[in-house]
C-alpha cells in the first residue's frame, strides 16, 4: 500500500458473521459495497487479500481517495452498507508513517476512537499534512 500527501489508498475486506465467504449470497453483499463505492468515489480494484481469518475476505476492494470529498462518499457508502446488516463488518488496512494500521468497523459499532483517528489522518493527508 503507498500514499502521497494527495491520496489515501485504503485496502477494505469485508466480512459477515452470518455468510459463508463463498457463498453466492455474499458475492452478491459484496458486489453491492463495491458498486455503492464505485458510484460514489470512481475506480475500486478487487485484489486478493492479505488475509483471511474464518469468515473473512477471500478478496479485497483497492481505493485511492484524492479528496475530501471522495472520503466522505467512501465512508458514507461503508456506513451504509454495514448498517444494512449488523453481521457485517469491514476491516480496513492503510498506510500510516511506514506501518500498515488496520481496523475493523462491524454493523454494530460503527465509530469508535479508532475510526475517528483514520478520519483525522485522512483529512490531514488530503490537505498535504502528515
Known amino acids: 500500500m503507498e500514499h502521497n500527501a494527495m491520496t489515501v489508498l485504503l485496502e477494505l475486506s469485508p466480512g459477515s458473521d452470518r455468510f459463508d465467504p463463498e457463498s453466492e449470497a455474499w458475492a452478491g453483499q459484496e458486489q453491492e459495497l463495491f458498486d455503492d463505492l464505485r458510484a460514489s468515489v ?29 472520503f466522505n462518499g467512501a465512508f458514507d457508502c461503508m456506513r451504509a452498507w454495514l448498517t444494512r446488516d449488523r453481521t457485517r463488518r469491514l476491516e480496513i488496512s492503510y498506510e500510516r508513517d511506514g506501518h500498515v494500521e488496520k481496523l475493523t468497523i462491524t454493523g454494530d459499532r460503527i465509530g469508535g476512537a479508532e475510526f475517528d483517528q483514520l478520519t483525522a489522518w485522512a483529512a490531514r493527508q488530503l490537505d498535504g499534512g502528515s
Do not use: D, W
Open 42 to 70: 470512481g475506480e475500486v480494484r478487487r485484489a486478493p487479500a492479505a488475509t483471511s481469518n474464518g469468515k473473512g475476505a477471500l478478496e479485497a476492494v483497492l481505493i485511492a481517495l484524492a479528496s475530501a470529498g471522495a
